[in-house]
């Protein structure tokens, strides 16, 4: 900051370093999309009403507080007068004031600063807007508009000498009501009666209806202008009165410090980890497992987009759990680019390829990638189910679940989260108070629940937490924690919270997790324990080949620390039909089972094996032949096969008009063992191919900010300011400062070798030379500094020009480094 006072914005913006102008440039991304050409631009963009809002909404409450009540202070405000509307906060309002400017906020000597005017406007309360400090409009801006001869009559009531025009009227009632005697003795005269009526409008809203003929006290107060009409049957009360009746206090409720929240548990951190790390293994069966399923038996696309209600009721059922968590794992393979439609005709969901190349990670690596995606994604899952703004059900996979916020939300709860003690699990209700408390304009009260009871349950769920409390391998994957000491007890009181602001997004480091994780994982296990009542026990995790083939010849019955699979003639019978035999069958179970194959399970193979078959199923519309005579007999007479329609034509052989797969699947439900057969007469076995679609990419969040820039383009972005601000200068510049235009033909490079040197030099803050091709087809010469490349464009301070452009790539000639 310059010793001079700063006349402007644009001023004080100049005088700042270049550290804190990237700091500006951090904190309001919006400010970066276009680049300003100087900075004299960056003030104007700075102060529009759109990214004013914008910043406003990334205030915490006290800071907030703090613009409100400079916003209903006289502008220049000084620093004592701002300090006695916010009483018991003479610590924090330096830190409040320091926040506003760096955000362009506010500027000015800082013994008497200035809000931005949009930012006063925006906040200052309105008729129709209130603000949140509950006071209404100023006398004079109540006043406005009223008769003379009214304004004269307000000066007899209030004991002042008359004047010859309203302005100096209104000057005089002015003075009166900013004299804290003066107006006291006022408000005594009007009565106690009189004072109880402003009472109830002094915290706000300040607005209230009286009737036509009001009574002797509202009467009184009108006549005293401690109420001004605004409308026929309402008044307000100004500011200045309401002020008085407060003690000068801008907010009734002031809230310098961040709510602490109250732990309900303090756990061991190894227990802690040790539940994460139980919960993160189970996040990568559920994937596997929703996919596995979707590779053969893939559900439509809704026509609207999504997926269907009934379906997403299956997948509930296969992973056996309630369906918000089921929506939630669909929706997470989707975020990490595990599952897409595939675009056919008959529009369907399945695995990516990507699906492929990620079981081929290890299961650390694989975890990191979930929690990256849900890290990222601005897509919520709670919201299926529910309706949007226009009556429609939001579904699973559909359109309407993005919610710019989410990713601010949840980067905010973790924060707070790594600022806990270690093991700390904090109240759910607690974590949302601390969120109204840093975000309070950013979403309504509705949103805000809803995203912070999302966070907590997906956490869980995930493994991101364990028992409620963050686990340790997922620090890497966040953001360094804002500097200040780590609270040492849940107790710590308000006045010694540390801030747990979301700061600055950074790549999550997936491999130092991985490998803070990977030791915590349980080993997977090759074996079972088959039971003697048909049961097999996997006293662990089982290796994927190994839970496949359980999956196909038994089902599961229990889940936990082991889970509990039993053999039953439907299970056996799907392992035929997926074309295992009955010796391989007994081999695979005594090859995995680490107790005794019992005798039951081994009659059980063998009685459905012997049946299994009997019945052929082949076309014609449909036929069924089988060798026993008297088996085809007893399916003829069974009721429940009317629907079949089937006909015999010979002893061993009916047809039916219902196609084969029908026919063998009704057979299926009514106890028949039957297998589909070739039109040679051998046994077919349905091996289903693993559907795939077409390489896609995961979807892309949808923030409603632009993301935040990093330290490369920061720099850059502020070099370019700089140099139009420079070059904005009617000052000539002085001699060996200018660029000089290089000789020679224009530079021609490939457009790989064009595109990596502009990329080095955006990284690296060097100049390059370009050859440009106009809209005139004439080739020029150009001296750039790269601030950005990217979507087939280079936005970049142009030396020979002396301003910030964009060129498109594809009429760069080429390149060269200077």
Same mark, same amino acid.
């Given at each position: 900051?310059?010793?001079?006072?700063?006349?402007?914005?644009?001023?004080?913006?100049?005088?700042?370093?270049?550290?804190?102008?990237?700091?500006?440039?951090?904190?309001?991304?919006?400010?970066?999309?276009?680049?300003?050409?100087?900075?004299?631009?960056?003030?104007?963009?700075?102060?529009?009403?759109? @990214?004013? *809002?914008? &910043? +406003?909404?990334? %205030?915490? $409450?006290?800071?907030?507080?703090? #613009?409100?009540? !400079?916003?209903? /202070?006289?502008?220049?405000?000084?620093?004592?007068?701002?300090?006695?509307?916010?009483?018991?906060?003479?610590?924090?309002?330096?830190?409040?004031?320091?926040?506003?400017?760096?955000?362009?906020?506010?500027?000015?000597?800082?013994?008497?600063?200035?809000?931005?005017?949009?930012?006063?406007?925006?906040?200052?309360?309105?008729?129709?807007?209130?603000?949140?400090?509950?006071?209404?409009?100023?006398?004079?801006?109540?006043?406005?508009?009223?008769?003379?001869?009214?304004?004269?009559?307000?000066?007899?009531?209030?004991?002042?000498?008359?004047?010859?025009?309203?302005? @100096?009227? *209104?000057? &005089? +009632?002015?003075? %009166?009501? $900013?004299?804290?005697?003066?107006? #006291?003795?006022? !408000?005594?005269? /009007?009565?106690?009666?009189?004072?109880?009526?402003?009472?109830?409008?002094?915290?706000?809203?300040?607005?209230?209806?009286?009737?036509?003929?009001?009574?002797?006290?509202?009467?009184?107060?009108?006549?005293?202008?401690?109420?001004?009409?605004?409308?026929?049957?309402?008044?307000?009360?100004?500011?200045?009165?309401?002020?008085?009746?407060?003690?000068?206090?801008?907010?009734?409720?002031?809230?310098?410090?961040?709510?602490?929240?109250?732990?309900?548990?303090?756990?061991?951190?190894?227990?802690?980890?040790?539940?994460?790390?139980?919960?993160?293994?189970?996040?990568?069966?559920?994937?596997?497992? +929703?996919?596995?399923?979707?590779?053969?038996?893939?559900?439509?696309?809704?026509?609207?987009?999504?997926?269907?209600?009934?379906?997403?009721?299956?997948?509930?059922?296969?992973?056996?759990?309630?369906?918000?968590?089921?929506?939630?794992?669909?929706?997470?393979?989707?975020?990490?680019?595990?599952?897409?439609?595939?675009?056919?005709?008959?529009?369907?969901?399945?695995?990516?390829?990507?699906?492929?190349?990620?079981?081929?990670?290890?299961?650390?690596?694989?975890?990191?990638?979930?929690?990256?995606?849900?890290?990222?994604?601005?897509?919520?899952?709670?919201?299926?189910?529910?309706?949007?703004?226009?009556?429609?059900?939001?579904?699973?996979?559909?359109?309407?679940?993005?919610?710019?916020?989410?990713?601010?939300?949840?980067?905010?709860?973790?924060?707070?989260?790594?600022?806990?003690?270690?093991?700390?699990?904090?109240?759910?209700?607690?974590?949302?108070?601390?969120?109204?408390?840093?975000?309070?304009?950013?979403?309504?009260?509705?949103?805000?629940?809803?995203?912070?009871?999302?966070?907590?349950?997906?956490?869980?769920?995930?493994?991101?937490?364990?028992?409620?409390?963050?686990?340790?391998?997922?620090?890497?994957?966040?953001?360094?924690?804002?500097?200040?000491?780590?609270?040492?007890?849940?107790?710590?009181?308000?006045?010694?919270?540390?801030?747990?602001?979301?700061?600055?997004?950074?790549?999550?480091?997936?491999?130092?997790?991985?490998?803070?994780?990977?030791?915590?994982?349980?080993?997977?296990?090759?074996?079972?324990?088959?039971?003697?009542?048909?049961?097999?026990?996997?006293?662990?995790?089982?290796?994927?080949?190994?839970?496949?083939?359980?999956?196909?010849?038994?089902?599961?019955?229990?889940?936990?620390?082991?889970?509990?699979?039993?053999?039953?003639?439907?299970?056996?019978?799907?392992?035929?039909?997926?074309?295992?035999?009955?010796?391989?069958?007994?081999?695979?179970?005594?090859?995995?089972?680490?107790?005794?194959?019992?005798?039951?399970?081994?009659?059980?193979?063998?009685?459905?094996?012997?049946?299994?078959?009997?019945?052929?199923?082949?076309?014609?519309?449909?036929?069924?032949?089988?060798?026993?005579?008297?088996?085809?007999?007893?399916?003829?007479?069974?009721?429940?096969?009317?629907?079949?329609?089937?006909?015999?034509?010979?002893?061993?052989?009916?047809?039916?008009?219902?196609?084969?797969?029908?026919?063998?699947?009704?057979?299926?439900?009514?106890?028949?063992?039957?297998?589909?057969?070739?039109?040679?007469?051998?046994?077919?076995?349905?091996?289903?191919?693993?559907?795939?679609?077409?390489?896609?990419?995961?979807?892309?969040?949808?923030?409603?900010?632009?993301?935040?820039?990093?330290?490369?383009?920061?720099?850059?972005?502020?070099?370019?300011?700089?140099?139009?601000?420079?070059?904005?200068?009617?000052?000539?510049?002085?001699?060996?400062?200018?660029?000089?235009?290089?000789?020679?033909?224009?530079?021609?490079?490939?457009?790989?070798?064009?595109?990596?040197?502009?990329?080095?030099?955006?990284?690296?803050?060097?100049?390059?030379?370009?050859?440009?091709?106009?809209?005139?087809?004439?080739?020029?010469?150009?001296?750039?500094?790269?601030?950005?490349?990217?979507?087939?464009?280079?936005?970049?301070?142009?030396?020979?020009?002396?301003?910030?452009?964009?060129?498109?790539?594809?009429?760069?000639?080429?390149?060269?480094?200077?």
């Amino acid at each position: 900051m310059t010793s001079t006072s700063p006349r402007t914005l644009a001023d004080e913006l100049r005088s700042r370093s270049d550290a804190e102008l990237a700091g500006l440039l951090r904190a309001r991304a919006d400010l970066l999309s276009p680049l300003p050409g100087d900075v004299s631009q960056l003030a104007t963009r700075a102060g529009t009403r759109a @990214s004013v *809002l914008r &910043a +406003l909404d990334r %205030l915490d $409450t006290f800071t907030l507080q703090t #613009a409100e009540a !400079l916003a209903i /202070a006289p502008q220049p405000c000084p620093y004592p007068t701002l300090a006695a509307l916010l009483p018991g906060a003479d610590e924090q309002l330096p830190d409040a004031l320091a926040t506003l400017r760096a955000r362009a906020l506010l500027w000015g000597r800082p013994e008497a600063p200035r809000l931005v005017r949009t930012a006063q406007e925006l906040l200052a309360p309105t008729a129709s807007r209130p603000s949140g400090t509950g006071l209404g409009p100023t006398l004079a801006e109540a006043a406005a508009g009223i008769a003379p001869s009214r304004m004269q009559h307000l000066l007899t009531n209030a004991g002042l000498p008359p004047t010859h025009d309203p302005v @100096s009227a *209104l000057t &005089a +009632l002015t003075a %009166l009501f $900013t004299d804290r005697d003066r107006l #006291a003795a006022l !408000l005594d005269e /009007a009565g106690d009666a009189a004072r109880a009526i402003l009472e109830r409008l002094a915290w706000g809203p300040p607005y209230g209806e009286v009737s036509a003929r009001p009574g002797p006290p509202v009467r009184r107060l009108l006549d005293l202008g401690l109420l001004m009409p605004t409308a026929p049957g309402t008044v307000v009360l100004p500011r200045e009165v309401a002020l008085h009746l407060r003690g000068g206090r801008a907010h009734r409720e002031l809230r310098p410090h961040p709510p602490w929240p109250t732990l309900r548990a303090r756990l061991p951190q190894p227990a802690v980890d040790a539940a994460a790390g139980g919960a993160a293994y189970a996040a990568l069966t559920m994937v596997e497992e +929703l996919l596995t399923a979707w590779e053969t038996d893939a559900p439509a696309v809704l026509r609207t987009g999504g997926l269907a209600a009934r379906d997403l009721k299956r997948v509930a059922v296969t992973l056996d759990m309630p369906e918000p968590e089921a929506a939630f794992w669909v929706e997470l393979a989707y975020a990490a680019g595990l599952l897409a439609a595939d675009g056919e005709v008959d529009e369907r969901f399945a695995p990516t390829p990507a699906y492929d190349a990620w079981l081929e990670l290890p299961p650390a690596r694989r975890w990191a990638r979930l929690a990256t995606a849900w890290l990222a994604t601005t897509r919520v899952p709670g919201l299926v189910g529910t309706r949007d703004g226009k009556g429609r059900l939001l579904a699973a996979l559909g359109p309407g679940l993005d919610r710019g916020p989410a990713v601010e939300v949840r980067r905010h709860v973790l924060a707070l989260l790594t600022a806990l003690p270690e093991g700390g699990a904090p109240q759910p209700g607690d974590v949302q108070e601390r969120v109204r408390w840093e975000l309070p304009r950013r979403v309504t009260d509705e949103t805000r629940t809803l995203l912070c009871g999302a966070v907590v349950a997906e956490a869980e769920y995930l493994g991101v937490t364990g028992r409620g409390a963050l686990a340790s391998f997922v620090r890497p994957l966040l953001d360094p924690p804002a500097t200040g000491a780590r609270a040492a007890e849940a107790e710590a009181p308000e006045s010694e919270a540390p801030e747990a602001e979301a700061p600055e997004a950074r790549a999550p480091d997936e491999a130092g997790a991985a490998d803070l994780l990977a030791p915590l994982l349980p080993e997977a296990v090759d074996h079972i324990l088959v039971q003697a009542d048909l049961t097999a026990i996997a006293p662990g995790p089982l290796r994927r080949e190994l839970r496949q083939a359980m999956a196909m010849a038994a089902d599961v019955e229990s889940t936990g620390g082991a889970t509990v699979y039993r053999f039953t003639p439907g299970s056996v019978r799907r392992a035929l039909d997926g074309g295992w035999t009955a010796e391989d069958l007994h081999a695979f179970l005594a090859a995995h089972s680490r107790t005794p194959v019992p005798q039951p399970l081994t009659y059980l193979v063998d009685d459905v094996a012997r049946r299994h078959g009997r019945l052929r199923v082949g076309v014609a519309a449909s036929y069924v032949r089988c060798d026993d005579e008297a088996l085809l007999t007893q399916l003829l007479a069974d009721r429940r096969a009317e629907p079949l329609r089937l006909r015999r034509l010979a002893p061993t052989v009916a047809v039916s008009a219902s196609r084969p797969d029908t026919l063998l699947e009704r057979l299926r439900e009514i106890g028949f063992a039957p297998a589909a057969e070739s039109a040679e007469g051998a046994v077919l076995t349905p091996r289903q191919r693993a559907r795939r679609t077409p390489p896609r990419t995961a979807p892309e969040p949808v923030p409603d900010s632009p993301p935040p820039a990093d330290d490369a383009l920061l720099t850059a972005a502020v070099r370019a300011i700089r140099a139009g601000d420079h070059a904005a200068d009617t000052t000539p510049r002085p001699a060996g400062t200018r660029v000089p235009e290089p000789t020679g033909p224009p530079p021609r490079t490939s457009p790989d070798e064009t595109l990596a040197r502009l990329r080095a030099a955006a990284r690296d803050g060097t100049l390059v030379w370009i050859g440009y091709v106009g809209a005139d087809g004439v080739a020029t010469h150009r001296v750039l500094s790269p601030v950005r490349v990217e979507g087939g464009f280079v936005t970049a301070f142009d030396h020979t020009a002396d301003e910030v452009r964009t060129y498109p790539l594809h009429r760069i000639t080429g390149s060269a480094t200077l």
